[in-house]
C-alpha cells in the first residue's frame, strides 16, 4: 500500500476538511488570491490550524503567478522570542513571492513580541500577510493585534463528519464489505484517542486500520 503520509497529506486547498462549511468558503478566497488580509486560525490542539496555513499560502502562491518558487516561510512563536531576527526572516519570506508568511503559535509570543509583531504588520501591509495559529482564544491575546486580522476558527470534526471520512478510506482501498457499525465503532476510537482530528490525520489513522485489518485477513486466509 502506498505512503499513508503521501497518499493523505493535503497538497491543496481542495484536500482540505473542515467542521464549519462557512469557514472554509471564507478561507478558500484567501486561497485563491481573491482575498488578501492577515489571518489568525485558533482552536484545540489538532484541529489542523497548522496544515490549514500551510496549504492555503501555497494555494495562494501559485494563484498569484509569482516567478519564485518556494514554501512559506514559517516561524514558530517560541522562536520570535529569542531571535532579534525575526522581523527579517518575514521581510525574507515575503521576498520569495509567496504572498504569505506564516507565525505558528502566536500565542507564544510575550507581550512585548506581540506587541512589536503588531506594529510590523502595519508598516508591511503593503509587502504581504500574515496567517496566524494559536491555540488561544482570540480575547486572550493582544487585542491590537487581533483587530488586524480575519479571525476564524478551527474546530475539531464531528464525528458524523469522522464517518464520512472513515467511510471514505475503506471506500477507497476496496473494503466496502465493512459494516456501518464498523465504520462508526473505528471513527468513535479515533475521536476518543486524542489523535489529532483533522481530516488528514483521521485519514491516516483509518488508512493504518485497514492495514492492520488486512493483514489480519491474510492471515486468516492462510492459516485455514
Not at 481530516?199 to 483509518?206: C, D, L
Request: aromatic letters at 8%; proline letters at 3%.
Amino acid at each position: 500500500m502506498a505512503n499513508v503520509f503521501q497518499k493523505y497529506a493535503p497538497k491543496t486547498f481542495d484536500d482540505l476538511l473542515f467542521e464549519d462549511d462557512a469557514v472554509r468558503q471564507q478561507l478558500l478566497g484567501y486561497a485563491t488570491g481573491v482575498k488578501r488580509s492577515n489571518i489568525l486560525l485558533w482552536g484545540q490542539p489538532g484541529s489542523g490550524k497548522s496544515i490549514a496555513a500551510s496549504v492555503i499560502a501555497n494555494d495562494a502562491r501559485l494563484a498569484s503567478n509569482h516567478i519564485w518558487d518556494f514554501p512559506a516561510s514559517v516561524i514558530n512563536g517560541h522562536f520570535w522570542n529569542n531571535n532579534c531576527d525575526s522581523q527579517h526572516q518575514i521581510l525574507m519570506g515575503f521576498n520569495t513571492g509567496n504572498p504569505f508568511v506564516i507565525i505558528d503559535e502566536v500565542d507564544e509570543l510575550k507581550s512585548d513580541g506581540l506587541a512589536e509583531l503588531t506594529a510590523f504588520m502595519d508598516k508591511t501591509k503593503h509587502l504581504g500577510s500574515l496567517i496566524l495559529t494559536t491555540n488561544t482564544k482570540p480575547k486572550l491575546l493582544l487585542e491590537r493585534l487581533v483587530d488586524r486580522c480575519d479571525v476564524q476558527q478551527i474546530e475539531r470534526l464531528s464525528l458524523q463528519k469522522t464517518i464520512q471520512l472513515v467511510s471514505t478510506v475503506f471506500s477507497e482501498n476496496g473494503l466496502a464489505h465493512y459494516t456501518p457499525t464498523d465504520i462508526e465503532a473505528l471513527a468513535r476510537t479515533t475521536l476518543s484517542s486524542g489523535f489529532d482530528t483533522n481530516g488528514s490525520s483521521i485519514k491516516r489513522a483509518s488508512f493504518r486500520h485497514i492495514e492492520k485489518m488486512v493483514d489480519e485477513e491474510i492471515t486468516n486466509i492462510l492459516t485455514h
